[in-house]
C-alpha cells in the first residue's frame, strides 16, 4: 500500500484526542485577614467521535455512494450499503479502473439484503480484494462484504459484529429449516466466495448465533478458522 493510503487509514484507526479545560476560582480570607484566591485548572482530554475522525479522512476524496477513492488502486468502503450501491461500486471503477483493493474502513451493514449479496458477487467478479484495517469496523452485512475479496485480509484487532437477519415479517434464520431458500441464499453465497461448505455452515451459524436485536463481537481470530486469508 502507498504513502498517501498509509496515511489516510492511520489518520481513521489512531486515536485524535481533544482536550477539554475547565477553570474552578475559590476565595478566602484567612485569620489574619489576608485574602486568599486559588485558581485550579482542570484539563480533560476527551477522544474524537469515530464518525467525526472518518468524515476528518475522506473530506475532499471522491466519492461513489458509501466509497472513497483512495488512491489509483485502493478504495474505502465507510458507510451502509443500500439499493444504490452496486451502481455506485460500478460507476466508481469505471471511473478509476485500476482500484484493487477494497478497505472496509466503517461498515455498518445495509438496508438491502438483496443489494448487498449483488454488490458482494461485483467485488469478485472483478477481482478485488478486501481488507480490514487495524481500526476497522465490520458489522452485521458487511460480513457478506467481507467474504466477496478475491483476496481477503484482516488486521488482529479488526472488529466483527455478528447477528441474525431480520425478514419483513420479523422472521429470523431459526424460524426456518437450514435448506429452506430463506437460509440457502446466505450458505449458496458464502459457499460462491470460495468457502467449503462445512465451513460456510459454521460460520452462517456463528454469524446467527445471536438474534438480530443484538450483536456478537468478534475478532480475526474468530473467523479465520472459517475463511480463507492472506
Given at each position: 500500500?502507498?504513502?498517501?493510503?498509509?496515511?489516510?487509514?492511520?489518520?481513521?484507526?489512531?486515536?485524535?484526542?481533544?482536550?477539554?479545560?475547565?477553570?474552578?476560582?475559590?476565595?478566602?480570607?484567612?485569620?489574619?485577614?489576608?485574602?486568599?484566591?486559588?485558581?485550579?485548572?482542570?484539563?480533560?482530554?476527551?477522544?474524537?467521535?469515530?464518525?467525526?475522525?472518518?468524515?476528518?479522512?475522506?473530506?475532499?476524496?471522491?466519492?461513489?455512494?458509501?466509497?472513497?477513492?483512495?488512491?489509483?488502486?485502493?478504495?474505502?468502503?465507510?458507510?451502509?450499503?443500500?439499493?444504490?450501491?452496486?451502481?455506485?461500486?460500478?460507476?466508481?471503477?469505471?471511473?478509476?479502473?485500476?482500484?484493487?483493493?477494497?478497505?472496509?474502513?466503517?461498515?455498518?451493514?445495509?438496508?438491502?439484503?438483496?443489494?448487498?449479496l449483488v454488490l458482494g458477487r461485483m467485488i469478485r467478479s472483478h477481482g478485488v480484494a478486501t481488507d480490514v484495517p487495524s481500526g476497522g469496523s465490520v458489522r452485521s452485512g458487511g460480513?457478506?462484504?467481507?467474504?466477496?475479496?478475491?483476496?481477503?485480509?484482516?488486521?488482529?484487532?479488526?472488529?466483527?459484529?455478528?447477528?441474525?437477519?431480520?425478514?419483513?415479517?420479523?422472521?429470523?434464520?431459526?424460524?426456518?429449516?437450514?435448506?429452506?431458500?430463506?437460509?440457502k441464499v446466505y450458505l449458496d453465497y458464502y459457499r460462491e466466495m470460495g468457502l467449503m461448505a462445512e465451513d460456510a455452515e459454521e460460520l452462517y451459524a456463528l454469524t446467527n448465533s445471536?438474534?438480530?436485536?443484538?450483536?456478537?463481537?468478534?475478532?480475526?481470530?474468530?473467523?479465520?478458522?472459517?475463511?480463507?486469508?492472506?
Open positions: 500500500m502507498n504513502r498517501i493510503a498509509r496515511a489516510f487509514l492511520l489518520g481513521i484507526a489512531c486515536t485524535a484526542p481533544v482536550a477539554a479545560q475547565d477553570v474552578a476560582t475559590r476565595t478566602w480570607v484567612d485569620s489574619h485577614g489576608t485574602r486568599w484566591t486559588e485558581v485550579t485548572t482542570t484539563r480533560t482530554v476527551v477522544e474524537e467521535p469515530r464518525s467525526q475522525r472518518i468524515a476528518k479522512a475522506i473530506a475532499g476524496l471522491p466519492r461513489f455512494g458509501p466509497f472513497a477513492v483512495i488512491d489509483a488502486s485502493h478504495a474505502a468502503l465507510v458507510g451502509e450499503v443500500d439499493s444504490n450501491s452496486p451502481s455506485q461500486f460500478k460507476d466508481m471503477l469505471k471511473a478509476h479502473p485500476g482500484i484493487r483493493v477494497l478497505e472496509l474502513i466503517d461498515c455498518p451493514g445495509t438496508v438491502d439484503d438483496g443489494a448487498n460480513v457478506e462484504i467481507f467474504l466477496a475479496g478475491v483476496n481477503r485480509s484482516a488486521a488482529p484487532d479488526a472488529e466483527f459484529g455478528v447477528h441474525s437477519w431480520k425478514d419483513e415479517s420479523g422472521h429470523q434464520p431459526g424460524d426456518f429449516p437450514l435448506d429452506a431458500p430463506a437460509n445471536v438474534p438480530h436485536e443484538e450483536m456478537l463481537w468478534l475478532r480475526t481470530k474468530d473467523i479465520k478458522p472459517f475463511i480463507p486469508m492472506e
